[in-house]
């Protein structure tokens, strides 16, 4: 004989019961089939019960009454309608004679609790009893067994009434006086019964707990040495971590009951706890099932451990948790004090769901249900008062609003560098741990973190364990200009690509310009945030109407907004050129997300902010890129770093790091305009939206300090001895347009440098150098025999001179500007991380 169980979800409407009647027609082997009340039922009977406290659970009621007489108009006939509504309607009045005595008494019992809950099983198992005979298609005679009668418990005290405790031998005896000794010899002796419900020793009405139809299955499967329990719902089994938190849950074919168990206690909602005692008692093997896809495997359960490779097998979570931690010198003196710690919360019936203790027992953090924070805190208070009064205890500490997050898997035990991957993954992703507990069978690590994280640490665990797992990474991106455009066109032609060979989702999340941000949110409240489409963020590029492209009062409102979000694997990307952007790098890096910039400001301003936004981001083990701050994608940084790290010294270094300078000095003849070719190089995107910043020397003043921090130097912008060969009324130029006029105005002068090193054979480059510790830049006439010279167009070269590279520098060459390069080294960047 079988068990076989159909949860809320199963039994919820008609298609689903035609569902159930297939699945159970095709068993060949004699059942019982355990039922839940239907979807939603026992809440709105928590509801009635609480409401009937002040005479206010009519409307509900109507609703319970209401819900149950159209289930029954759709499943049978109105022949055998009118069987089921009286049954409805007797309960129904008894339901309500029950609310009315609490309302009168103003007294809500959970023995009272318990027999208003039991309604939703009793009425589910008549109904489903009765489609299951007359539904036309696969008609299936099934006798009622009263679960109130047969599942006996021991619950004698008044707190046990919702959660009682088995009575195995009594049950036992109860069962098998009515089915009998099963044998598959007896056709049709098949038996429905209600789940959760159950008496005690009075013969009163008690409940198995929240989810306890599993356990009733569990039991009648014991009771019976059923050949297996199947467990039915609305998943493919248990999942590796909850679907409704997790993106891409895997199922898992195998499990022992042992890491079944754990899961299921740490919040795995697919299976209730207690079940696992009577089938494991017995070896009775256990199925979960998708009553949907029956076709697919599910989830087995037996006593074989280590039946996959996997070291871990799931992740769960339990919500609504407080850490309460005892703590004093009298807790490690004292003997006996742990023990009486958790005697005292044992009395207070309060449920430990895990403990943390230092090895010196002066301190013990345990872990309860939040509803239970206040009992146990006066508990403990009061039993400990006369030693908290001498000193040797502590008034208990409590943190509220936490939760539990278990790594479970029976082959943990062992798995070297394991737990360092579970801590790496949350803490790059800045989400502080509160506790830690591993229980002694190493199937399990437990980490308490706030509540506010658990889904982005489950995520975040969950993409570095389950390799198949496609990981998602939340960008936000600041400025949609010329290298904004570029980036996320390479964006959107990688993505799908990532997606396939590098298991990597690249999601936009947010966008801004200088005015606006962009999310895709449904709710004002930002609680669901989409990524965003192509079409979404050029159309806000575009400056067309979305109801969702907000105006900023200042930036910091979208560094507040990606904080807030608190996604996990977020990615700043800073596209611009702006001081105002930079200034948020700080913020960003200290809530943990990664920055990527092609903006040289942050990294050349102050000494010590280059090395502050550095050493933040190394300390909370994410990254702060800028490779493209200095000669756009060409690896010059990477470079730079890579020999220092392998023992190297750089001694000198002499660049044309300008691409736009280049291209201009390349372009100009003196033939044409000075002022178109800067016009020319600001269109086609090389120079800085102001390319006075350019002609200043400043982007390359800065270039060549972010080199030599780069190297080891501490120096500042000031440091760097600078020869303007622009006239001074150029540089004092206060617009754009300003410039231009200005340009033009002073023809002269850029004609005369030009002519001047035409005349000697020489081309006019804009060097910067670092040479002994000195930082200089200055426009220079570059003879041909000079390795600069032949620098065409836009192009940078950077030769490198350190202890290994004496004679020949090591030279880095290739164009050093332009939104497509500088957009896809800023992507690199990205990508870098992402594989880090
Ligand atoms: N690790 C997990 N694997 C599968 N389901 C899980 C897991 N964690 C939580 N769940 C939730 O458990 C639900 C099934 O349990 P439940 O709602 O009690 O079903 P039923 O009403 O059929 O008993 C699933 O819909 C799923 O959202
Ligand atoms: N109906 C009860 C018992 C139960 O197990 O339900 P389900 O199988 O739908 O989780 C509850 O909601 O707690």
């Not at 239970?372 to 400990?384: G, M, R």
């Not at 006439?781 to 000079?786: A, D, G, Q, R, T």
Request: with cysteine; net charge neutral.
């Amino acid at each position: 004989m079988i068990v076989l169980k159909f949860g809320g979800t199963s039994v919820s409407s008609k298609s689903n019961l035609e569902q159930i009647a297939t699945i159970l027609s095709a068993k060949t082997e004699n059942f019982i089939v355990v039922v839940s009340a239907f979807s939603g039922i026992t809440n709105k009977l928590e509801q009635i019960a609480n409401l009937s406290l002040h005479g206010n659970h009519s409307i509900l009621l109507e609703e319970f009454r209401n819900f149950h007489f159209e289930f029954i108009k759709e499943l049978v006939s109105e022949f055998h309608q009118i069987e089921l509504f009286v049954e409805v309607q007797q309960k129904c009045n008894q339901l309500e004679a029950i609310c009315e005595s609490v309302g009168t008494l103003k007294e809500l019992s959970d023995r009272t609790r318990a027999t208003i809950l039991s309604f939703g099983e009793s009425l589910s198992s008549i109904i489903v009893q009765k489609y299951l005979s007359v539904n036309t298609k696969n008609s299936i005679k099934v006798n009622l067994l009263d679960s109130k009668k047969i599942i006996s418990t021991t619950t004698n005290e008044s707190k046990d009434y919702l959660n009682a405790h088995l009575d195995l031998e009594k049950t036992t005896r109860n069962i098998l006086a009515i089915v009998g000794v099963p044998t598959n010899d007896i056709q049709n002796k098949n038996y429905i019964a209600a789940g959760f419900v159950a008496h005690n020793q009075k013969g009163e009405t008690v409940t198995l707990g929240r989810g306890g139809s599993d356990f009733s299955a569990a039991i009648y499967a014991n009771t019976i040495d059923a050949t297996r329990l199947e467990i039915w719902s609305d998943v493919n089994g248990m999942q590796s971590a909850n679907p409704r938190k997790v993106q891409a849950t895997q199922s898992l074919q195998k499990l022992s009951y042992k890491e079944a168990f754990e899961m299921a206690y740490f919040g795995a909602k697919v299976l209730y706890p207690p079940s696992i005692l009577p089938v494991m008692d017995k070896n009775i093997p256990l199925y979960l099932k998708n009553t949907f896809s029956p076709e697919q495997e599910g989830t087995f359960i037996s006593n074989e451990n280590k039946l996959t490779e996997n070291k871990i097998q799931g992740i769960c979570s339990l919500d609504e948790i407080a850490i309460i931690t005892v703590s004093g010198v009298g807790l490690a003196k004292q003997k006996g004090s742990a023990r009486r710690v958790f005697q005292i919360l044992e009395e207070a019936n309060i449920n430990i769901i895990l403990i943390t203790q230092s090895s010196s027992e002066q301190s013990i953090g345990i872990g309860i249900n939040q509803s239970e924070l206040q009992n146990a805190e006066e508990a403990l208070n009061s039993a400990f008062e006369k030693e908290i009064k001498r000193g040797l205890m502590n008034e208990v500490k409590t943190i509220e609003n936490q939760c539990i997050v278990a790594i479970v898997g029976d082959n943990m035990k062992n798995a070297i560098g394991l737990a360092g991957k579970v801590f790496g993954a949350i803490g790059e992703n800045g989400i502080n741990v509160t506790a830690i507990a591993q229980g002694a069978s190493e199937r399990n690590i437990s980490i308490v973190i706030n509540k506010k994280d658990e889904e982005k640490a489950l995520n975040v665990i969950h993409e570095k364990f389950f390799a198949s797992t496609v990981k998602n990474v939340h960008v936000f991106i600041a400025g949609i200009g010329n290298v904004g455009t570029e980036f996320i066109n390479i964006l959107f032609a990688q993505k799908q690509k990532l997606i396939e060979e590098y298991q990597i989702n690249l999601k936009i999340i947010g966008v801004a310009n200088s005015k606006k941000m962009l999310f895709n949110h449904s709710s004002e409240t930002f609680e669901k945030v989409e990524e965003l489409t192509k079409e979404d963020v050029l159309k806000f590029k575009q400056k067309k109407e979305n109801k969702n492209a907000k105006t900023y009062s200042s930036l910091n409102e979208y560094f507040q907004t990606i904080k807030e979000l608190n996604l996990r694997n977020s990615v700043f990307i800073d596209n611009t050129a702006s001081d105002i952007v930079s200034e948020g790098y700080e913020f960003l890096i200290k809530n943990s997300i990664s920055v990527v910039t092609c903006n040289k400001i942050a990294c050349s301003s102050e000494y010590s902010t280059y090395l502050k936004l550095n050493k933040l981001a190394k300390d909370r083990n994410i990254y702060f890129k800028y490779e493209t701050s200095v000669g756009a994608a060409l690896p010059i940084l990477k470079t730079i770093y890579d020999l220092r790290i392998s023992g190297d010294k750089i001694n000198q270094i002499e660049a044309v790091i300008s691409g736009s300078l280049n291209f201009i000095f390349n372009n100009y003849n003196a033939e044409n305009q000075f002022a178109d070719v800067v016009l020319q190089a600001k269109e086609e995107g090389y120079t800085e939206p102001n390319p006075l910043i350019d002609l200043s020397g400043l982007d390359v003043m800065r270039k060549i300090l972010i080199l030599s921090r780069e190297s080891g130097l501490n120096k500042e912008l000031s440091d760097i001895t600078f020869n303007s060969f622009l006239p001074d009324e150029c540089t004092n130029s206060k617009s754009v347009e300003e410039l231009f006029e200005n340009l033009k105005k002073n023809e002269n002068h850029f004609k005369a440098l030009y002519q001047n090193a035409h005349k000697n054979g020489n081309k006019l480059k804009v060097v910067a150098k670092m040479e002994k510790g000195n930082l200089s830049v200055a426009l220079k006439e570059i003879p041909s025999n000079s390795p600069f010279y032949n620098l065409e167009g836009k192009d940078n070269v950077v030769a490198i001179n350190t202890n290994r590279y004496v004679d020949e520098p090591l030279v880095i060459k290739g164009a050093g500007a332009g939104a497509a390069v500088t957009a896809s080294g800023v992507f690199a960047d990205l990508m870098f991380i992402m594989n880090n």
